[in-house]
């Protein structure tokens, strides 16, 4: 199978290529300077030269609180980077496999949310992100699968982990809401499940891939403390309040992993699990140099 990998320098990306550095694919990946999915030009060359049997969309505009005063620029790479995409690959062949998030969803339930539950965005980046998923299914309904995840820390980039892991040893204490609910989710482990589902006979469709098991943001704060040796006992909870946004951040990020399972596809591990093996296999890149 030959596939392309968008926004390869990204923390999905980047790890979607060292999950495929052993398998037995010819995988192409390109950065953003290599391809700018928002260009159609763009696009189209690189699909039409490297001929894939799939893409792995990882690239994404993911600044949250950027997208509020920049959403004709989220929109650019969320919504018509995948149509553009999935426009070409109707065109020349090949399947689309786009990551999408959990803030597509109000933010508002008490379970799991399904794939087919209501999708009410509170925020620019989720409308952007919605938008992609729209025309994903509408250009490429029989060849496109979209994948909803959350909460996603890894070695590559910024993210909420090394955040924790940096501000351990430079305070004493350290605040952090405990009134928004999800499962953190390992990019090597999602990308895991990309790439299990690129090689499945999962029908097309949209589906929910994060770690299993739910926390929030001060239980997986915690945990990170626990990881690195610090007392957990040193993060304070705190509410959302605390903390205004200029994006506001979903409650419930909770995603159901029933068409997954379903589909026959391999349900990650645990977050907590996932999150030690995180710590364990590149625990370097993970704390604060």
């Known amino acids: 199978m030959r596939v392309l990998v968008t926004g390869a320098g990204g923390q999905l990306g980047s790890d979607l290529l060292r999950v495929l550095a052993g398998s ?3 995988v192409i990946g390109l950065t ?4 700018d999915v928002a260009d159609p030009a763009s696009v189209e060359k690189a699909v039409v030269d490297v001929r894939p049997d799939v ?3 990882a690239a994404a505009y993911t600044a949250v609180d950027a997208a509020e005063t920049d959403e004709a620029g989220a929109a650019a790479v969320n919504a018509q980077g995948p149509a553009n995409l999935a426009r070409v690959c109707a065109l020349h062949g090949g399947g689309l496999v786009h990551v999408s ?3 597509v969803f109000a933010g508002d339930a008490t379970s799991p949310y399904q794939v087919d539950a209501p999708t009410v965005p509170r925020s620019a980046y989720g409308r952007t992100k919605l938008a992609g998923e729209r ?3 509408e250009l490429l309904p029989e060849r496109s699968w979209v994948v909803r995840t959350a909460w996603v820390y890894g070695e590559t980039g910024g993210n909420f982990v090394k955040t924790v892991a940096r501000l351990a ?7 952090v809401v405990d009134d928004q609910r999800g499962s ?4 090597r482990d999602l990308a895991a499940g990309l790439v299990a589902l690129a090689g499945s006979t999962a029908p097309p469709g949209t589906y929910h891939c994060t770690n299993a098991g739910e926390t929030t943001w001060y239980g997986l704060a915690r945990a990170v403390f626990a990881e690195i040796g610090a007392d957990p006992d040193r993060v304070r909870p705190t509410g959302t309040d605390a903390f205004p946004r200029p994006a506001p951040r979903p409650a419930y990020s909770v995603l159901s992993d029933a068409a997954w399972r379903a589909a026959g596809l391999p349900p990650p591990r645990p977050w907590d699990e996932a999150l030690h093996a995180a710590f ?3 625990g370097a890149a993970l704390r604060p140099a």
């Open 24 to 26: 037995p694919d010819d």
């Open 32 to 35: 953003r300077p290599e391809l």
């Open 55 to 57: 893409v792995l969309n």
């Open 101 to 103: 998030t959990d803030y």
């Open 135 to 137: 025309a994903v299914r």
């Open 169 to 175: 040893g430079e305070r004493e204490t350290l605040d």
């Open 184 to 187: 953190p989710t390992w990019s």
């Open 280 to 282: 364990t296999e590149v």
